[in-house]
C-alpha cells in the first residue's frame, strides 16, 4: 500500500499538484506521516487506514485531475479574454504542468505571449473610438484580431466598429441622394440611394427613398412629355404628339393630360393624314369623285378650330388644286374627215378635222375607228395652266 501510495504521490507531483491542491496534497502527507509513525510503533491496523486516507485523498485528486485541467484551460481563455495575464499566466503554466502534451498548449501559449500586444491594441482602438476615429480604430482593432484570431472580444470590436463605420457610409450616401433629389439631380439621386441600399440591402429607409425617387422620376418624365406633346401641337406634328401622349399614357394610364391630348391629337393627325394623301397626289382629282370627295372633306376642315399655320396652309393648298382641277383647259383634236373619234368618258366626235373643246385637267383617251383599218388608241394629259400639244386620232393602218 506504500508503495502504490508513493508512485500515486510521485505522479501528482509531476503534474503540478502542489500548484492546483497544495492543502489537500499536503493533507495527503500528512496522513501518509501519521501512518508511518503508527507502522514505526507496530500498530499496523491504524496505519493501514491510515494509509489508505492517504491514498484515498491522491486518488481523489488524480480522478479530478481531468476536470481540473478542463478548468485550467478555460481558466487561461478567461484570462485572455480579460485581458488578465496573471491570471492567464498562472493558469497556463497549471496546464502545462498537468499535460505538458496537450495539443492546445502551443496555441494557448502563443495567446498569452501575445496578450500584452493585444491589450495595448485594443487600448488605442478604444480611445480611438471614443474620439470618433472609427478607420483608426478599425485598423488597430484588425492588427489585434491578426495577433490573436481567437480573441472573441477583439473580434467582436472589430465587427462593431465596422458596423459603426458601414452605418456612417450608408448615412452619407443617404444623405448625398437627399441632396441631390432636393436639386432635381434624379439620377445622381438614385445612384447614391442604391448605393446606400448596397451597404443595407433590407433597409427601409432606403427602399423608401428610392421608391421616393421613382415617383419623382415618373413625375418629371410626365411633366416633360406633357411639355413635348404641347409643343408638338403647337407645331402641328399631329402624329408625333399622338406617340408622345400614348407614352405618357404607358408610364400612367389616368393621367388626365394625356387622355385629352390623345383626343386631339388623334383626330388632327387623321385630317392631316387626309390632307397629305390628297397633296401628295393632285392628278387624282382629276377624277370627279374624288374631286367631289374631297371637297367635302376641304368644308369639313375649314370648320376645324384652332387653325394653325400648316392646317391652312394645307387648306389653302387644297382649294387651289380644287380650283385647277375645276379649271378647263382647251384642247385640240385634229383627225382627217374619215376616222370616227370617240373620247372616253367624255363625248363621242365623229368625223372632223379639227375639234377644239375645254377639258378639265387629267388623263385621257381618244379612240379612231374606221372602216377597213386598225383601230387607233390616243392617251394624252391636260394640266392646268399648260397649253397641250395637238391631239392628233387617224386611222392610217389598213386590215
Not at 20 to 41: C, H, I, K, S, V
Not at 54 to 64: C, F, H, N, R, V
Not at 110 to 136: H, I, T, Y
Amino acid at each position: 500500500m506504500l508503495a502504490e501510495l508513493l508512485d500515486l504521490q510521485f505522479a501528482l507531483e509531476e503534474q503540478g499538484v502542489k500548484q492546483w491542491a497544495p492543502q489537500d496534497f499536503a493533507r495527503a502527507g500528512e496522513l501518509a506521516a501519521e501512518a508511518d509513525t503508527l507502522y514505526r510503533n507496530q500498530q499496523y491496523t491504524q496505519a493501514s487506514d491510515q494509509y489508505q486516507a492517504s491514498l484515498d485523498l491522491l486518488q481523489s485528486l488524480a480522478d479530478g485531475l481531468p476536470q481540473q485541467l478542463q478548468q485550467s484551460l478555460e481558466d487561461t481563455e478567461a484570462g485572455i479574454e480579460a485581458g488578465d495575464t496573471e491570471l492567464a499566466g498562472r493558469s497556463l503554466q497549471m496546464v502545462r504542468a498537468i499535460a505538458p502534451d496537450h495539443e492546445q498548449l502551443e496555441i494557448l501559449t502563443q495567446r498569452v505571449q501575445a496578450l500584452p500586444d493585444l491589450l495595448g491594441l485594443l487600448a488605442r482602438a478604444r480611445k480611438a473610438e471614443e474620439s470618433d476615429e472609427l478607420d483608426l480604430a478599425a485598423q488597430h482593432l484588425t492588427q489585434a484580431t491578426r495577433l490573436d484570431p481567437m480573441h472573441r472580444a477583439a473580434a467582436q470590436a472589430l465587427d462593431r466598429v465596422n458596423n459603426a463605420i458601414g452605418e456612417r457610409e450608408f448615412q452619407a450616401r443617404m444623405s448625398r441622394g437627399y441632396a441631390h433629389l432636393d436639386s432635381g439631380e434624379l439620377s445622381d439621386a438614385q445612384a447614391a440611394f442604391e448605393s446606400a441600399r448596397a451597404l443595407k440591402a433590407d433597409s427601409a429607409e432606403a427602399a423608401s427613398a428610392l421608391r421616393e425617387v421613382s415617383a419623382a422620376m415618373i413625375s418629371a418624365n410626365l411633366a416633360a412629355l406633357q411639355r413635348e406633346g404641347t409643343s408638338l401641337e403647337n407645331r402641328e406634328q399631329w402624329q408625333a404628339a399622338v406617340e408622345t401622349y400614348e407614352r405618357a399614357r404607358k408610364i400612367d394610364p389616368n393621367v388626365t393630360f394625356a387622355a385629352q391630348g390623345l383626343e386631339r391629337s388623334r383626330e388632327r393627325a387623321r385630317l392631316d393624314k387626309q390632307f397629305r394623301d390628297i397633296l401628295d397626289d393632285p392628278e387624282r382629282l382629276a377624277n370627279r369623285a374624288v374631286a367631289a370627295e374631297s371637297s367635302d372633306f376641304l368644308r369639313h376642315a375649314q370648320r376645324v378650330t384652332p387653325r394653325g399655320e400648316v392646317l391652312q396652309s394645307q387648306i389653302s393648298s387644297l382649294e387651289r388644286l380644287l380650283r385647277q382641277a375645276e379649271t378647263p383647259v382647251p384642247v385640240v383634236l385634229r383627225s382627217d374627215l374619215e376616222t370616227d373619234v370617240v373620247l372616253y368618258k367624255v363625248a363621242r366626235l365623229g368625223k372632223f378635222q379639227q375639234h377644239e373643246m375645254s377639258l378639265r385637267p387629267g388623263n385621257y383617251t381618244a379612240v379612231g375607228t374606221r372602216l377597213g383599218f386598225r383601230d387607233v388608241r390616243m392617251e394624252f394629259t391636260v394640266r392646268y395652266g399648260e397649253q397641250p400639244q395637238p391631239v392628233t386620232v387617224v386611222c392610217t393602218e389598213k386590215i
